[in-house]
């Protein structure tokens, strides 16, 4: 299976954490606006089937249904989804979102197919994420859309996201990222490519977590998204 157990325990033992904007997954929350804004430019989100893969507790999931989208959230975590089902049910939502627990390989052994897939800080907590996007890419009807952000493998990428995020600003736990893990977006691409999807674009955003501000920049030597259509 294309899950770290050591990642999934990371994930489980801070779950109850989700939703809290200061704590441990404020970056996700600081950083909801950008993605969401970046996906809708790119796609079409009312009415919209949306499968979000390693949905945690559901802070994207949340605002896609908030817009209109039909999505479903699934995470091989058991703890965050279970935030994420109770988080829905506080939010009204939870006649809205399917969360289940699972991930996108052993979903994609399903037919069904989604108008949206989207992975968002994702790949690079999987053992093998070529796997994982071959997945997505299954997962997403003909002509449909792929979105998956992540982080670069570059030195100035250690700095800013492990070293200034992890030890310096203290904004992310320790240990919450690997260096070794971190992907290029030339090797993000390639996978897409060798999925059948025809990426789109690459796009570099910025996250500054004191001033809690984030835009989208023409470099992408930390975070970016990518997004990718399938033929
Ligand atoms: N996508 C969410 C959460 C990101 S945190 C957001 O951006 O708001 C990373 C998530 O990836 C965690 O919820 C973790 O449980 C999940 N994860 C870990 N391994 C995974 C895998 N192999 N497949 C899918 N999700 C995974």
Known sequence: M???PVEIKKFDSLAQRWWDRNGEFRPLHDINEIRVRFISKHTKIPGSTVLDVGCGGGILTESLANLGAIPTGIDPAQGPLTVAKLHAVEMGLQDRIRYLQTTAEELAKDEKQFDVVTAMEIVEHVPDFA??????ASLTKPGGNVFLSTINRKPIAYVVAILG????LNVLPRGTHEYRK????????QAARNAHLSVQRVQGYRYNPIMRSTSLVPDASVNYFLHAQKL
């Open 182 to 189: 971190f992907i290029k977006p030339s090797e993000l691409a």
């Open 2 to 4: 294309n899950v770290d």
């Open 131 to 136: 796997e994982t996007v071959r997945a997505l």
């Open 165 to 168: 995020a992890e030890y310096v």
